[in-house]
């Protein structure tokens, strides 16, 4: 899909989940889904999320977009600081894997 706004266009490709084990580990990785600017990060290393609760805001094309845990869990890595410039696909936080869960 290619988005035009103010006079620049923006290619976002849609991805289809494979399976399982691919499902897993993208719950576990929360990635940049666009170039763009970190604005805020909303938790640390350490710390124990809810689902749904805000872990990075970034802007891109003057649009904040607040990125989300996909799953209850705890932060094992968090990879940018506000102010940093981020590409599409950019591993910006890491949960930790979850326990029991097969594969």
Do not use: W
């Not at 999320?49 to 970034?58: D, Y």
């Amino acid at each position: 899909m290619t988005v035009q706004f103010e006079g620049r266009d923006t290619i976002f490709h849609y991805v289809e989940s494979t399976g399982a084990e691919e499902e897993s580990s993208s719950e576990s990785r929360i990635l940049s889904p666009m170039p763009g600017l970190v604005r805020l990060v909303s938790v640390a290393e350490g710390a124990s999320v809810a689902k749904g609760e805000r872990l990075v805001t970034m802007e891109a094309m003057k649009m904040e977009l607040s990125l989300t845990a996909p799953r209850d869990g705890k932060v094992a890595t968090v990879n940018v600081a506000a102010g940093d410039q981020v590409n599409e696909g950019a591993l910006l936080v890491q949960l930790e894997e979850e326990h029991g869960r097969t594969r």
